[in-house]
């Protein structure tokens, strides 16, 4: 059994500042650490589970946070940014089930730890097929692509109940339980190992009751930026249309095609941000 994880780190443990998770911040080299541990803690699971291989995907920010020199010898790390596929480089049809760790709500979820979608300040929302979305939708319709099931979600107790809309009946593990966007209830890493890891494991015994996360329809992602200089930039590209003045989409019938297209918009969109108005 082969298993895929997209490792964020917003949702890991005790994360409840931006300073905890941006490179060269106080917090950052504690944070990066108890981002391992549960990386680590979700690898232990997948092998007490079944596993025979783990491979992990660095997903947060620059995708270089994850401690290699701490990292369970038994799984290797995809590690650095352009990636083509973002938070989910390195899935494809040989795995058998995929594990989010250290995710979080989508923008302007209640009370969500961190809660954004994919970017910070620049992004207000992201629709797919006029719903709104965050990364756990987005990157699980990537696994669906290559039939893959998301079976195990672990962060804060909001996304939990994102993950468990978006997908059903997903192995959780709630590591602390949002007050406002970096405030929580946090529970010690010793605690939050435990749940992680047993969370995997089940995912795995479990893993004939989770179906791939499919779209098998025409697909149109929105992005509404915040400003409408971002909203400008995308539009150099053929295929993209403005919506409004801060609104750009994108519409193809395969999934990949158009989650390539929106992440190139985001990133073009993202230099068009202006540090003091957005």
């Known amino acids: 059994m082969k298993v895929f994880i997209s490792a964020d780190m917003e949702g890991a443990t005790g994360?409840?500042?931006m300073l905890d998770v941006v490179e060269g911040k106080p917090g950052y080299e504690r944070f990066r650490?108890?981002?391992?541990?549960?990386?680590?803690?979700?690898v232990a699971g997948a092998f007490e589970g079944g596993a025979k291989e783990v491979l992990v995907n660095d997903s947060h920010y620059t995708m270089r946070n994850v401690l290699l020199e701490e990292l369970d010898p038994r799984s290797s790390l995809f590690s650095g940014s352009?990636?083509?596929?973002?938070?989910?480089?390195g899935i494809d049809r040989t795995f058998d089930a995929v594990f989010f760790v250290g995710y979080?709500?989508?923008?302007?979820?209640?009370?969500?730890?961190g809660n954004h979608t994919l970017l910070g300040r620049e992004i207000i929302n992201v629709r797919l097929n006029g719903q709104l979305v965050g990364e756990t939708e987005l990157n699980a319709a990537i696994a669906g692509y290559y039939d893959v099931p998301?079976?195990?979600?672990?962060?804060d107790d909001k996304v939990a109940r994102e993950a468990g809309a978006v997908l059903g009946d997903v192995e959780t593990a709630v590591v602390k339980e949002g007050i406002d966007r970096w405030t929580a209830k946090c529970y010690p890493p010793q605690e939050t190992g435990r749940r992680i890891r047993e969370a995997a494991e089940n995912a795995l015994k479990r893993l004939k009751d989770f179906k791939p996360f499919q779209i098998d329809r025409q697909i149109k992602l929105e992005i509404e930026f915040m400003?409408?200089?971002e909203a400008s930039l995308p539009t150099l590209f053929p295929n993209v249309v403005r919506e409004d003045s801060r609104t750009v989409s994108v519409t193809d019938t395969d999934y990949i095609r158009v989650f390539k297209a929106f992440l190139g918009c985001l990133l073009l969109g993202w230099t068009g941000s202006d540090e003091m108005y957005g």
């Open 150 to 155: 998301v079976v195990m979600v672990a962060g």
């Open 82 to 89: 352009n990636k083509p596929l973002c938070m989910m480089q």
């Open 33 to 42: 650490k108890m981002m391992t541990g549960d990386v680590n803690a979700a």
């Open 15 to 17: 994360v409840t500042n």
């Open 227 to 229: 400003s409408t200089s």
């Open 104 to 113: 979080h709500a989508m923008a302007g979820t209640r009370e969500a730890v």
